[in-house]
């Protein structure tokens, strides 16, 4: 998923790819949990939803966490309505690569995946994730109401203060609110479960969220 020419800038809405009306038909079953990976979600659920470099490796990073109920990758963030895989390779939808996370408040809080998010990659590198350069691979938290911008722009200043303890520079993760989150392709689902051994460029910086 290394790619030589990648766009570091987010395209203006009117230069984007115009993208396509149909959404990406995806397997509605997680391939690990065996849990929806499509709407409806049960009532007691509620949505989170992650940017933290290449998704196989940040998908997998939720799923196994325990008590998640369901999670799927896809794109957010940017214009290009229903993008393919290969769109977003050019930097020229403004989307990211996202998790969503689908999970029981009462058994895991916003909190405990903030702080997962947090532990999971490098949120100081901007448009890149290690050797995973351009804007598809931004730190990014998208929310879905006003608790949890809160929580996440709290958690940001909790975080920037551990880092700077150990020498590392300025978060540049963006902190926005959620909009229309698209399926990615369906072999791109889960896909460290599918394929072991694939590729996964995803590190954190050994600084725990918390003293």
Known sequence: M????????????EKALPGRDSPMPVFSKHY????????PFPDHTALALFGLGCFWGAERKFWQYPN?????VGYSGGFTPNPTYQEICTGLTGHAEVV?????????T???????????HNP??????GNDIGSQYRSAIYTYNEAQRDEALRSKTQYQGRLSQFGFGTITTEILP???????????????????????????????FND
Request: aromatic fraction near 14%; proline fraction near 7%.
């Open 32 to 39: 690990i949990l065996g849990s929806s990976i499509v709407p």
């Open 178 to 208: 959620a909009c229309e989150f698209y399926y990615a392709e369906d072999y791109h689902q889960q896909y460290l479960a599918k394929n072991p051994q694939g590729y996964c460029g995803l590190g954190g910086l050994g600084v725990c």
């Open 124 to 129: 100081t590198q901007g448009m890149r994730q």
């Open 2 to 13: 290394i790619f030589p020419s990648k766009k570091l800038t987010l395209p203006n809405p």
């Open 68 to 72: 998640i109920y369901s999670t799927a």
């Open 110 to 120: 916003y909190s405990d995946l903030l702080t997962l998010f947090w532990q999971s």
């Open 100 to 108: 969503r996370v689908i999970y029981d408040p009462v058994l895991v």
